[in-house]
């Protein structure tokens, strides 16, 4: 059958800026799209009520919903994956093609029904799975992951007290440099190369600092903690010394969000020795 778009997208406005970029690149593609911005003129006086019916119960191959609480709080979306969940009752094929931006689960749709978990996906990498969907040829350059910078400074360094008996300590100092209050959890950290298995990020429970977590800092505000670094975990660590191998140390907010520190070559913890 000849569809009049290859698929149509359908989302809250809270959610637009994503989708735009998904729009945007899939017709750079070629890709026919049923996207609102891109219908401005042709939607102008029409009852959308029946148009949209009609676009997605006869006129699209996919249709994309782009679920989030805020889809499934606004009217329209309700309307849109109702009729789309009709078409794919009807016809029963391949048609609703699910992402998600959070666990917001919509009646209707079963929870069986295969879908995009794009929490952590980027509208570039979306649009190459939508072309490869479409049995289209992929060419979007994705963009490289930039570790997250700005707001929250961390530093690692290290105290070497006595020479006798030598104490090697990590410290990590976090400073909220966001114009607004934070609760900052105490910080993790991860190694460049596995010291067991596959894991690579670990907590230190030797902590020396009297804080309780999560701490709340306003803007300005810093928490400097300082962990012992037990004979055995520095045993493990020496057996990588000259290796190039890093440590970092990360801290999240209740938020959700995440942020790293300057990377510490670990034969830093053994310098003199």
Not at 95 to 108: A, H, N, Q, S
Not at 147 to 162: A, D, H
Request: no cysteine.
């Amino acid at each position: 059958m000849e569809y009049k778009y290859d698929i149509a997208l359908s989302f809250a406005g809270e959610d637009r800026e994503y989708v735009d970029k998904v729009a945007q690149i899939l017709k750079e593609n070629g890709i026919k799209v049923f996207y609102d911005r891109f219908e401005e003129v042709d939607l102008w006086g029409k009852d959308l009520g029946i148009h949209f019916d009609y676009v997605y119960r006869r006129q699209s191959k996919y249709f994309v919903p782009f679920i989030s609480e805020n889809y499934e709080k606004k009217v329209w979306t309700n309307y849109e994956v109702r009729t789309a969940i009709a078409r794919a009752i009807e016809n029963k094929e391949e048609y609703i093609l699910p992402v998600r931006f959070d666990k917001t689960e919509l009646d209707g749709i079963r929870s069986t029904l295969g879908y995009l978990d794009i929490s952590e996906t980027s509208p570039e990498e979306l649009s190459n799975k939508i072309l490869k969907k479409l049995g289209s040829e992929v060419n979007i350059p994705i963009p490289e992951k930039e570790e997250p910078k700005g707001n929250i400074y961390l530093t690692s360094y290290l105290n070497i007290n006595g020479y006798s008996n030598r104490e090697i300590m990590i410290g990590v100092t976090v400073t909220n440099t966001v114009n607004d209050f934070r609760y900052f959890n105490s910080p993790y950290f991860k190694i460049s190369r596995p010291i067991h298995g596959d894991a690579d990020t670990f907590q230190l429970l030797n902590i020396t600092s009297q804080i309780q977590f999560p701490k709340r800092m306003e803007y300005g505000e810093q928490y400097q903690v300082m962990y012992n670094l037990k004979e055995a975990f520095l045993e493990d660590l020496k057996k990588m010394k000259g290796q190039k191998v890093t440590l970092t140390a990360i801290v999240n907010t209740t938020v959700g969000e995440k942020f790293y520190s300057n990377a510490m070559d670990i034969d830093m913890l053994f310098f003199g020795k």
